[in-house]
């Protein structure tokens, strides 16, 4: 586990030399932190010409919303996320975020699956045979004391892989902006 900010060179010194055997794998939720680790992770991909793999989850919280039956009643949210709208809106933004990389000359593959993001993550990276894991420290929410959200602290705890969490730059420690308060 290793927890970086972008400033710090992509490089894992003697570490980088054994990288290289499967994709990178990037958490993507479109927070700052998460826009962070994707840079960070197409550096260290074009340094040590690795596939990236971009994944975003789209929460199983909207398939199982206690009043959606109410307000849709013969809705299966779920099925929307699996098969439809949500998951064809998170494609295509997760396509226009992997073109940044894309034209630094790195290869992007993008997923966008359903249900608890880290689980999803971590079934990603065991799929991809991901040789290492990098996301942002938080999302927009989820904010543990330590200063890391959940997906994270989950991600470094659970994953059989190497987890790079990345803060945007400017971040204090506690992941706010500095001078923000």
Known sequence: MSIVEPSSSASAGPKAA????????VGYDGSPASGAALD?????????????????????????????????????????????????VARKRLEGVAQGARQRGVEV???VRAGDSADELLAAAREVEAEEVVLGHMSFEHKLPN???????????????????????????????????
Do not use: C, W
């Open 147 to 181: 200063g890391i959200g959940s997906v994270a602290e989950k991600m470094m705890r659970y994953a059989d892989r190497t987890v790079t969490v990345v803060r945007p730059r400017g971040a204090d420690a506690a992941g706010a902006p500095q001078g923000a308060r």
């Open 18 to 25: 054994k990288l290289g055997l499967g994709p990178i794998l």
């Open 109 to 111: 593959d993008t997923q």
């Open 40 to 88: 960070f992770a197409a550096e260290r991909a074009a340094m040590l010409r690795r596939k990236v793999v971009l994944v975003t989850v789209v929460p199983a919280s909207v398939k199982h919303m206690a009043f959606s039956h109410l307000l849709l009643p013969g809705l299966d949210l779920g099925n929307l996320v699996q098969k439809g709208d949500f998951s064809e």
